[in-house]
């Protein structure tokens, strides 16, 4: 009888300790999934500025401004394409 009964203290210990690991990996595991889900979303942000950004600088007016700043371009006009000459 005494050695059923250190059995199933040792039974009940063992089980107790797992217990305990697996609450404390299950706890370990949800708190990486909640980092993971914030850095998600933070890149989620990020993608959408990025897009904001593309869009502002694609618009004609930026083209147009980095086209005569930048490249030194000129508007052209009726009486250049008539001549054939550039100003």
Known sequence: MAK???????????????????????RRLFAELDKARAEGQRLAADAERLAAERHAQATNLRVEQVARERLGMRVITPAVVASGVTP
Do not use: D, F, P
Not at 5 to 21: E, F, Q
């Open 4 to 26: 059923l009964n250190l059995l199933l203290i040792l039974a009940v210990l063992a089980s107790g300790v797992v217990l305990v690991h697996s609450a404390y990996e299950s």
